[in-house]
């Protein structure tokens, strides 16, 4: 069974930060990309960050220098260090991992709320 769990959303005022993590088990095959995804109410889906298993970072010019993701390709795990947060960063924000044969994960999301 795929699972992706994420963990580490909530309620932060503008400027501070928020650790998201997330847990991928029972993809097959190896897991070549894990990131985060993010959607607001009325929004698409977009791009936060991702990172492959041979360190190559993505990230969306909105959250650069903000954010770090990371990654252990061992425990296949990814989190997200989101610092500076600002209220534009409030969103559903999604755990995704991709394998080897190009399948996509998604986790079910988890809650980012940043006060003004």
């Known amino acids: 069974q795929v699972q992706l769990v994420e963990s580490g959303g909530g309620l932060v005022q503008a400027g501070g930060s928020l650790r998201l993590s997330c847990a991928a088990s029972g993809i097959p095959a190896r897991i070549d990309e894990m990131g985060w995804y993010r959607q607001a109410p009325g929004k698409q889906r977009d791009l936060v960050a991702t990172?492959?298993?041979?360190?190559?970072?993505k990230y969306a010019d909105f959250v650069r220098g903000r954010f770090t993701i990371s990654r252990d390709n061992v425990e296949n795990t990814a989190s997200l260090q989101m610092n500076n947060l600002k209220p534009e960063d409030t969103a559903v924000y999604y755990c995704y991992a991709r394998n080897s044969w190009d399948n996509e994960y998604w986790g079910q999301g988890t809650q980012v709320t940043v006060s003004s």
């Open positions: 990172r492959t298993r041979g360190g190559i970072r």
